[in-house]
């Protein structure tokens, strides 16, 4: 009576397995592992997962030197013949196949995470369901994004004019909103460690009055630029010290910001925790952390407001989204740092729609003119600032190999 059971339920799940013509009823395996960088704005890292199964899973690997090596020259050997159903026993096997070298954090974690991204894609395949759907079910059907969008246009005609220190002014920075707004994205982000004119020393961690107030006018045409419809957050890169951060965000009280994104080093959660308790602005962080071990110092501590944990780099998805559970426990919010290409993109949606505490998801490749090329689909990914929820099997996207080749970086 259990096998009966058993039986329909498994049929209920994952309907007609066994009996779809062409497929096999054996246990798949992993054939094979390869990698190509894309040339875009970061090189991207793209994973190929070849299986036995007819399926090729896709993932991404965090920008890093070297970790096309890993995954190609050592975890090809660790995963060929294993069966890539077995998504966590496979990734819990190359943490520990590289204990001591970089499992834990590091391009080690990087390498893995792009591996593990393309066994959930593969797996999704094999069992003709969506990721979200091996995750445990979506909270939502589609996923905010958010715009990091630098200083627009102005940034890139100074740099070509050869006047860096032209870049970073307030009209540049409010035409940038401004556009993004009107690409219906509802949350917008912009980088304030950046350069005013002026010669000072940004070793010392110390910004004077005249710096802050540079910051606080680019913050200033931004939020007047768009009004009420967007929040702005802003980014400092790890660049200031505390007592630099207290004075800037009470230059930048008057604004509102939907957060401070990574205002300090990333080591000192201590050091994160004492700013958090001095300022009125929601901080964020998490960029530069692995793992959910390398979060529980920042959320035990309650030292931010917001989680950034990037998918790619921090362990994968099903890290990713325990992650987002740890901090779930703290009631604190999580919005994913992203850099990378559709794949990556893909793989934060499908951790996104299936954690409650979810804000949005970054975006940071409005300038990359052939962003959407990559995918084999008719019509862009992101629209008016957010993506379905697919419900295709996998990932829910196919890359356009063609175009991967005429971007291709050796």
């Known amino acids: 009576m259990y096998s009966d059971f058993a039986a329909r339920l498994a049929s209920s799940i994952w309907p007609d397995f066994g009996e779809t013509p062409g497929r096999s009823t054996e246990t798949p395996e992993v054939t094979g592992l390869s990698t190509v960088v894309v040339d875009g704005n970061f090189p991207w890292t793209i994973v190929r997962l070849e299986t036995d199964a007819g399926?090729?899973?896709?993932?991404?690997?965090?920008?890093?030197?070297?970790?096309?090596?890993?995954?190609?020259?050592?975890?090809?050997?660790?995963?060929?013949?294993e069966n890539p159903l077995d998504v966590e026993r496979l990734y819990n096997l190359m943490r520990e196949s590289l204990s001591g070298r970089g499992s834990q954090q590091g391009i080690g974690t990087i390498a893995i995470s792009g591996v593990e991204i393309a066994l959930w894609d593969a797996a999704g395949k094999i069992l003709e369901q969506p990721v979200y759907q091996l995750l445990?079910?979506?909270?939502?059907?589609?996923?905010?994004?958010?715009?990091?969008?630098?200083?627009?246009?102005?940034?890139?005609?100074?740099?070509?004019?050869?006047?860096?220190?032209?870049t970073y002014e307030a009209e540049a920075y409010a035409r940038a909103a401004r556009s993004a707004v009107d690409d219906g994205y509802e949350i917008i982000k912009f980088d304030l460690d950046v350069p005013s004119g002026r010669e000072i020393d940004t070793l010392s961690r110390h910004f004077d009055r005249p710096e802050i107030e540079h910051k606080r006018g680019l913050v200033e045409a931004v939020t007047e630029a768009v009004g009420d419809?967007?929040?702005?957050?802003?980014?400092?890169?790890?660049?200031?010290?505390?007592?630099?951060?207290?004075?800037?965000?009470?230059?930048?009280?008057?604004?509102d910001l939907a957060w401070i994104e990574d205002p300090l080093p990333p080591e000192n959660a201590d050091a994160l925790a004492t700013l958090n308790r001095s300022v009125e602005q929601p901080l964020l962080t998490g960029e530069n952390r692995y793992g959910r071990h390398g979060f529980r110092d920042l959320v035990e501590k309650e030292a931010v407001a917001f989680v950034a944990p990037d998918v790619p780099k921090t362990g994968g998805i099903a890290e990713t989204k325990k992650i987002a559970e740890l901090?779930?426990?703290?009631?604190?919010?999580?919005?994913?740092?992203?850099?990378?290409?559709?794949?990556?993109?893909?793989?934060?949606?499908?951790?996104?729609?299936?954690v409650p505490n979810f804000l949005a998801l970054e975006f940071h490749a409005r300038d990359v003119p052939w962003w959407d090329d990559l995918v084999d689909a008719g019509e862009p990914l992101i629209q008016n600032g957010r993506i379905e929820v697919p419900d295709e099997p996998g990932l829910g996207i196919e890359l356009d190999w063609d175009v991967v080749e005429e971007h291709r970086k050796e």
């Open 136 to 166: 445990g079910g979506k909270t939502r059907e589609e996923i905010r994004m958010y715009a990091d969008c630098h200083a627009g246009d102005g940034m890139v005609e100074a740099a070509l004019d050869g006047q860096p220190e032209e």
């Open 327 to 354: 901090a779930d426990t703290y009631y604190l919010t999580m919005s994913p740092h992203n850099i990378g290409s559709p794949v990556a993109t893909m793989a934060g949606v499908h951790v996104g729609a299936t």
């Open 229 to 255: 419809e967007a929040e702005v957050a802003v980014d400092l890169h790890w660049n200031f010290s505390v007592e630099a951060t207290e004075k800037l965000c009470a230059s930048l009280e008057p604004y």
């Open 55 to 81: 399926v090729t899973g896709i993932g991404e690997a965090y920008p890093s030197p070297g970790v096309h090596e890993v995954i190609t020259d050592y975890f090809e050997s660790v995963l060929v013949g």
